[in-house]
């Protein structure tokens, strides 16, 4: 059975850090990950998809890596900005299903 | 604009009542999804609809009974309302079935008093 962790499952920084959010799944198995982005009351905003043969997608200032042996991937966030606060959570399509698993989220706070 | 839209945003309702929420997306996708998120954020998946083909129903209690008249509507019917029933849901397609990148919707938060 698939399960996804995300560490950790809060962060606080100052404005202009560059910082990483990780992700573990345990079934490496997989169709590929998205990274979504939840603010407080609102919807989930895909930000990067990676399939299961890639090692990386990029858009702007984020990052997201991918290493299925592992079972890991990362979000890198450089220069960040208050307006990146947010939930984040990483979903893994797991193979030979419709379904995505849901990481339980890491909840980001870049302070101004 | 292209979208995956839920109506109602809100819904305040008492035990027992009997409640509906409708999704509809523009986007030409194949496969529209309910999802459950409890107070924790954690999001869980309910149901699956394919070509208005039932393709995934998790243990979920016989009350909730999803609808797909087309390939572009998923809707959620509710029946006999209880507390625990309490969430956000989140209505969500994808192209071609499978997990091809979601897009979502912007939520229905179910308040049962």
């Known amino acids: 059975k698939q399960e996804v962790t995300q560490i950790p499952a809060a962060l606080s920084v100052p404005e202009g850090e560059n910082l990483v959010l990780n992700c573990s799944f345990t079934d490496s198995a997989i169709y590929n990950l998205q990274w979504f982005r939840q603010d407080p009351g609102k919807g989930l905003t895909s930000l990067l998809l990676i399939q299961s043969s890639q090692r990386e997608q990029t858009s702007g200032r984020l990052n997201a890596s991918l290493d299925k042996s592992s079972g890991r991937s990362t979000l890198y966030i450089a220069a960040s900005q208050p307006g990146d606060s947010a939930t984040y959570l990483c979903?893994?399509?797991?193979?030979?299903?419709?379904?995505?698993?849901f990481g339980t989220g890491t909840r980001l706070k870049v302070l101004a | 604009d292209t979208a995956v839209s839920q109506t109602p945003k809100y819904l305040v309702t008492q035990m027992g009542n009997d409640k509906s929420i409708k999704c509809e997306q523009n986007?030409?996708?194949?496969?529209m999804y309910w999802y459950k998120q409890d107070s924790k954020k954690f999001l869980k998946i309910m149901f699956s609809?394919?070509?208005?083909?039932?393709?995934i129903n998790e243990t979920v209690p016989n009350r909730f009974s999803p609808k797909s008249p087309d390939k572009a509507h998923l809707n959620l019917h509710i029946n006999s309302l209880e507390l625990g029933d309490s969430a956000v849901y989140f209505c969500?397609?994808?192209?071609?079935?499978?997990?091809?990148?979601?897009?979502f919707g912007s939520g229905t938060r179910l308040t049962v008093v």
């Open positions: 986007l030409g996708h194949d496969t």
């Open positions: 969500a397609s994808s192209p071609r079935g499978g997990p091809n990148g979601y897009t």
């Open positions: 979903a893994v399509g797991a193979s030979g299903t419709y379904k995505y698993i």
């Open positions: 609809y394919n070509n208005k083909e039932l393709i």
